[in-house]
């Protein structure tokens, strides 16, 4: 999917939930526009059109949130309870 024409795809993006775990790394991008084009640009693109195409609920995946997702279920699964 080219992603500099999303548009094009527009059509493709129904149903009632979208999950986008799409993003970069600095060092994966080269830079940081390149970065902030996957990051940012991409995604919001991606959730506009959906949106005009009937896409109720758009849910947003980062890495960070899954890191910290994990460290819980660790957490979790060896007995220890994170500080609320």
Do not use: R
Not at 15 to 34: C, Y
Not at 38 to 47: K, M
């Amino acid at each position: 999917m080219d992603f500099d024409h999303i548009e094009k795809y527009k059509e493709h993006l129904s149903g009632d939930i979208l999950f986008s775990m799409m993003g970069t790394t600095l060092k994966q991008a080269g830079s940081k526009d390149k970065q902030y084009k996957i990051d940012y640009t991409y995604q919001y693109d991606f959730a506009k059109y959906a949106e005009q195409e009937g896409v109720k609920t758009y849910i947003l995946t980062s890495a960070l949130a899954i890191a910290c997702i994990l460290q819980v279920i660790t957490l979790h699964a060896s007995g220890i309870k994170p500080i609320s």
